[in-house]
Nanobody, 125 residues
Framework: QVQLVESGGGLVQPGGSLRLSCAVS????????IGWFRQAPEKERERVSC???????AYADSVKGRFTISRDNTKKTVYLQMNMLKPEDTAVYYC???????????????????WGQGTQVTVSS
């Protein structure tokens, strides 16, 4: 059973940066596909970024050039570096894992079977 714990959220001014962490346990991280999703009030969940078990990455158009996903297999942690933050980035951010053995990313949250508890990111002056 994969377990995920997010951290690193907080309040930041527009133009600022945050780094979110997703600590993974239960399986080797390099065997898993990990995605970052976010959900703002009264909005649908959105796939922000994803890293496949091969290390390939994907981003939503709204965050390309500002966010970077990476992973440290030794620390079993996936990171989401968020730069040039905007008020519209305000949301609860979740990391999710696709089932063991699946190698590729997906934009559909229903394809991710394990989730963390989420971390709040608020971008406001």
């Amino acid at each position: 059973q994969v377990q995920l714990v997010e951290s690193g959220g907080g309040l930041v001014q527009p133009g600022g940066s945050l780094r979110l962490s997703c600590a993974v346990s239960g399986f080797r991280l390099d065997y898993l596909v990990i995605g970052w999703f976010r959900q703002a009030p009264e909005k649908e969940r959105e796939r922000v970024s994803c890293i496949s078990s091969y290390g390939s990455t994907a981003y939503a158009d709204s965050v390309k050039g500002r966010f970077t996903i990476s992973r440290d297999n030794t620390k079993k942690t996936v990171y989401l570096q968020m730069n040039m933050l905007k008020p519209e980035d305000t949301a609860v951010y979740y990391c999710g894992a696709r089932p063991f053995g699946v190698r590729f990313c997906s934009t559909n949250g229903a394809d991710f079977g394990s989730w963390g508890q989420g971390t709040q990111v608020t971008v406001s002056s």
